[in-house]
């Protein structure tokens, strides 16, 4: 990697939804022009043998889709030596909290989440060309969807041990609201708790129940509906603002998480509730 402007390496953490948001914040540094790579070491790694709420994590779409190239490992074990004294005057380490662009150097290296909503805002066209790569997905972006067709989204597994889960007034709340403001309005769910779920009354009357290990499979699933109960995933926050149109009316759980702060992850229409 000759260092000959200003280079950005951006680390993908997490599930889908946050390789969303940490690809489409790639994409604003290189609309600022610097030269991005990506770096998809940590995935697959658990980061603490002692934490059970850490989960491996696949690349779930390549990265030539949103057109970077992934670090080397040539190019990572040049990094390594580039933070060590004296070259390190030339490298500059950005999480979410000291972000500065002012502040950039030769090399930068970016490690975070990004889960801030004007990426995704921002990059709506991007995201939308980069994931039409995938031939299920496009299609489904493509499809309109059917009058009242809702997704709701209920994550549990990695939730529970963080006190994260929603409760079951936040569906009854936010089914009643679909109920009374949706026209024809029928729903799917989408889970990785499907015993849960089936054990719930509330949801007896849910069409289709997905709760797969196939992650493109329900993504492209949860495109074609035209409502969403988000809840507190970016997985189903993905889909929403991708499917978004004047006739989508889009659920999320208010706050997003009960016990950690985040930053705001709504447009200002879409409908909050009560997360307690």
Not at 34 to 41: A, L
Request: hydrophobic residues 40%.
């Amino acid at each position: 990697m000759k260092l000959k402007k200003k280079y950005a390496v951006v680390t993908i953490l997490g599930g889908f939804g946050n390789q969303l948001f940490q690809l489409c914040f790639a994409n604003s540094l290189k609309e600022k022009g610097f030269k991005v790579f990506i770096n998809t070491g940590v995935l697959n790694k658990v980061l603490n043998e002692e934490s059970p709420v850490i989960t491996r994590r696949d690349l779930v779409l390549p990265v030539n889709y949103f057109g970077f190239k992934e670090l080397s490992n040539f190019q990572y074990q040049l990094i390594k030596t580039l933070e060590k004294f004296p070259f390190r005057i030339l490298v500059k380490k950005f999480n979410e909290n000291n972000f500065d662009v002012s502040q950039s150097k030769t090399l930068n290296l970016f490690s975070g989440y990004w889960q801030d909503f004007k990426y995704i805002n921002e990059n709506k066209e991007f995201l939308i060309e980069a994931l039409s790569k995938n031939k299920n997905i496009k299609e489904s972006i493509k499809f309109k969807p059917y009058n009242g067709s809702t997704a709701l989204h209920v994550r549990r597994t990695d939730y529970i041990p963080l006190g994260e889960e929603l409760s079951l007034d936040f569906y009854i709340s936010s089914l009643n609201f679909m109920k009374k403001n949706v026209k024809n309005f029928h729903y799917s769910i989408f889970t990785d708790d499907i015993n849960w779920v089936k054990s719930q009354n509330i949801f007896s009357d849910a069409k289709n129940i997905y709760s797969s290990d196939d992650i493109l499979h329900d993504f492209s699933e949860m495109l074609k509906c035209q409502n969403f109960i988000v809840g507190n995933s970016t997985f189903s926050l993905m889909a929403a603002h991708i499917k978004e149109n004047i006739n989508t009316k889009i659920v999320i759980a208010d706050p997003w998480f009960r016990n950690n702060e985040y930053k705001k992850l709504f447009n200002e229409d879409w409908i909050k509730i009560n997360n307690v």
